[in-house]
Nanobody, 120 residues
Framework: VQLQAFGGGLVQAGGSLRLSCATS????????MGWYRQAPGKQRELVAT???????NYAEFVKGRFTISRDYAKRTVYLQMTNLKPDDTAVYYC???????????????WGQGTLVTVSS
């Protein structure tokens, strides 16, 4: 199983970035996908999730600014981030709650993280 997250970088406050997470080895069509983040010295926290049916869920601190989406053909989940703030600076991790091919039970998988730095 691989979750490859990319798209992070340095951006000024008010700017935008789009993160992508390409998956392999999981049954993407019925996976619950999510983005989490971890700022220096803080615990990892939920940013957004999207179900296999496309239902989205957001942390309060990103509502109205971030949008999660998924492309079933590309087996990829995205996080469009707009109006970024310095407090959004963190390593962003892709997460999947999914079945592996050939298995019936679900497990949780993590990507390697991509750093987002928002300057003031």
């Amino acid at each position: 199983v691989q979750l490859q997250a990319f798209g992070g970088g340095l951006v000024q406050a008010g700017g935008s970035l789009r993160l992508s997470c390409a998956t392999s080895g999981i049954i993407f069509s019925d996976a619950v996908m999510g983005w989490y983040r971890q700022a220096p010295g803080k615990q990892r926290e939920l940013v957004a999730t999207i179900t296999d049916g496309g239902r989205e869920n957001y942390a309060e601190f990103v509502k109205g600014r971030f949008t999660i989406s998924r492309d079933y053909a590309k087996r990829t989940v995205y996080l469009q981030m707009t109006n970024l703030k310095p407090d959004d600076t963190a390593v962003y991790y892709c997460n999947a709650h999914a079945r592996r091919w050939g298995r019936s039970n679900r497990s949780t998988f993590w990507g390697q993280g991509t750093l987002v730095t928002v300057s003031s």
